[in-house]
């Protein structure tokens, strides 16, 4: 995340913004929504049916889940929803969670 960037993050996320929204109590699409996601509870997305891998998963969204979960979503925990194959580049990731954060009213510490 030391060398993350803000723009290139937010210009990946395109791909991601066909199945979530971005803005705060923004709809849900086929993907729950994702305002404030770094380190929160995985699965607690009002309005939205997650699949009980995930949810069983259990535990945050830290940078190191986020970052697992966003390069093989289907290996990282089994059974899940998501259809995205994931981002291979470690700095597409770094880059996609960088702007993750800032989707936040109280952005988390950058560890």
Known sequence: LA?????????VFRKCSSCHVAIKDGANKIGPGLWEVVNKDKGVVDGFSYSSALVNHGGKWSYEELNGFLKN??????????????????????NVILYLRSLSDNPAPLE
């Open 3 to 11: 060398s993350a960037n803000f723009d290139k993050g937010a210009k």
């Open 73 to 94: 979503p289907k290996k990282y925990i089994e059974g899940t929803k998501m259809s995205f194959a994931g981002l291979k580049k470690a700095t597409d990731r770094a």
